[in-house]
């Protein structure tokens, strides 16, 4: 796919506005849909259903209508598998399990910090260099997830466990991207996509076997259907067409900077669809982490424009 370089970057059309603004309600939503699904449908068989409907759906659109090969390369393959266990198998059941004793707007706004992780992960790994605006940004996010989840962490709050789950998952998605910053691939993003469904898919399946195997299911309510399907077609497939579609509209940086207000919508659907709260914290944390995010996905030429 190709993408728009940004030197030549001027003004997103109309049509990638719309899709900012779709994308952000539909994965922003995803939150509080997870948690009304996992409060009546196991975790494990929940995730086992998501990754099937994601790898087979976004596969079956790379073949079928955009003519891809689903095959890969054999040296990518082990890569793939990387990334997919960190990208979905760490995060997804991460973010479930954790949903099942944390609110879901704050779920969105702990998962939704992987830009920061990213960005020191690849400061690290990849040798990218860390400029002193990102910096400010990594430390203006550290002091709003501290105000966010500080007390969770040291045992003082209501969930340690779901909150620590909560920045594994973060810190998982980080390592994860980094994994498919560190290559030149020559698989598709969408085919590259579904396959990280199918490999981080693998240690869910035999989570299940193992945990749920034999489990009885109840009937769902129609709130609950309607959750899981949501959470198991619209992020997994929807989502990702929207995106990749996006990225071959807009520089991946810009288009990056647009999943900002993801955990904003994730909180106050959080607070409309399941009546949770949003006190004074949790609306200074959420600034401190969007305006860092903005800081660190901005491009720095971007920043160096703007000083002049």
């Given at each position: ?157 209501g969930s340690p466990l779901g909150t620590t789950l909560l920045l594994c998952a973060a810190i ?137």
């Open positions: 796919m190709s993408h728009t370089p940004i030197e030549n970057f001027t003004r997103p059309p109309l049509v990638a506005l719309a899709m900012i603004g779709l994308l952000t309600l539909l994965w922003g939503v995803n939150f509080p849909s997870i948690k009304v699904a996992i409060s009546e449908f196991p975790p494990w068989s929940f995730r086992v259903l998501c990754v099937t409907c994601g790898a087979v759906g976004l596969l079956s659109i790379g073949r079928l209508i955009l003519g891809h090969s689903i095959l890969v390369h054999p040296e990518e393959r082990l890569w793939i598998a990387l990334a997919g266990c960190l990208n979905i198998t760490g995060f997804q059941m991460c973010v479930a399990f954790a949903l099942m004793s944390v609110d879901a707007g704050r779920g969105a706004v702990v998962a939704h910090t992987m830009p920061l992780w990213a960005t020191v992960l690849a400061a690290i790994c990849l040798g990218e260099r860390l400029t002193l605006v990102r910096c400010v940004g990594l430390a203006i996010g550290l002091t709003g997830l501290i105000a966010l989840i500080g007390e969770d962490l040291i045992g003082l709050g998982s998605w980080g390592a994860g991207t980094v994994v498919i910053k560190s290559r030149n691939w020559s698989t598709p993003v969408i085919i590259l996509t579904g396959w990280q469904f199918i490999f981080g898919g693998v240690p869910i399946a035999i989570g299940f076997l193992i945990f749920e195997g034999n489990v009885v299911y109840q009937p769902l309510s129609s709130a609950g259907l309607t959750a899981v399907l949501y959470s198991a077609l619209v992020p997994m497939i929807i989502c990702h067409l929207v995106w990749y579609t996006l990225i071959g509209m807009l520089p991946t940086a810009i288009a990056s900077i647009s999943t900002l207000a993801i955990p904003i919508v994730g909180v106050y659907s959080s607070a409309l669809l399941l009546g949770e709260q949003v006190g004074t914290r949790e609306l200074i944390s959420l600034v401190l982490v969007v305006t860092a995010l903005a800081i660190v996905l901005t491009p720095t030429g971007i920043w160096r424009s703007f000083w002049r």
